[in-house]
């Protein structure tokens, strides 16, 4: 079974400009969740998208959004980067969005580089 | 506001003695806990977990112990080999959601 996949893995911006980052979830996972990694602050969570529908936001501008497609794939969207928004962008997919185990199954990473 | 918390950044263990990794949380709704193991250039990937209703949960080397009273977790790794070497990430997950809360993280080094 192919894993959660992300693209692009490395990237580099400008500031000023928008991204779009692709999170393609493990077959049959309905729940995606986007988490920002930046050095002393571990994963930070940006947004989960059950069903197509957003369910949870975490605190971040609403500079930062996202979407999920029918197929559970899904964008997430940064528009008008700055600096601090360099950082290891993580996508995670689980079954049923709130399993017993709670575990989640994480890609390996959009690397975002603002300069 | 960091409802998780790990507040040793490194840990460094000499191979086939015991790594014990910490972890304090405030939420009193969090109901699940978990474990993520990191390796560089790689997504985390999911050690062990443990529900708010038990105290312990051992999976071979791995064992994660809950003290609900101190808002307490800790990963007990027995024995540590040098293949553990990586960052661990604590994580909870309240009872109303698929959100989950991180730590910082503590990057483990096995010592050979």
């Known amino acids: 079974k192919a894993g959660v996949t992300q693209t692009p893995r490395y990237l580099i911006k400008t500031r000023g400009q928008q991204v779009t980052l692709s999170c393609s979830p493990i077959?049959?996972?309905?729940?995606v969740s986007w988490y920002q990694q930046t050095p002393g602050q571990g994963l930070q969570f940006l947004f989960e998208?059950?069903?197509?529908?957003?369910?949870n936001k975490g605190n971040f501008p609403g500079r930062f959004s996202g979407r999920q497609f029918s197929n559970s794939r899904s964008e997430m969207n940064v528009s008008t980067l700055e600096l601090g928004d360099s950082a290891l962008y993580l996508c995670?997919?689980?079954?049923?969005?709130?399993?017993?185990?709670?575990?989640?199954?994480f890609g390996e990473g959009s690397r975002l580089t603002v300069l | 506001d960091q409802q998780v918390k790990q507040n040793s950044p490194s840990l460094s263990v000499q191979e086939g003695r015991i790594s014990i990794l910490n972890c304090d949380y405030t939420?009193?709704?969090?109901?699940?806990f978990l474990w993520y193991k990191k390796y560089p250039a790689e997504g985390p990937t999911f050690l062990i977990s443990?529900?708010?209703?038990?105290d312990k949960n051992e999976d071979g080397r791995f064992t994660v112990f809950l003290n609900k009273s101190a808002k307490h977790l800790s990963l007990h790794i027995v024995p540590s080999q040098p293949g553990d070497s990586a960052v661990y990430f604590c994580?909870?997950?309240?009872?109303?959601?698929?959100?989950?809360?991180f730590g910082t993280g503590t990057s483990l080094t096995v010592i050979p």
């Open positions: 995670a997919s689980s079954l049923t969005g709130h399993t017993n185990t709670g575990e989640l199954f």
């Open positions: 939420n009193s709704m969090f109901d699940y």
């Open positions: 443990i529900s708010s209703i038990k």
């Open positions: 998208y059950f069903s197509e529908t957003q369910r």
């Open positions: 077959s049959g996972h309905r729940s």
């Open positions: 994580a909870a997950r309240t009872n109303t959601g698929n959100q989950f809360y």
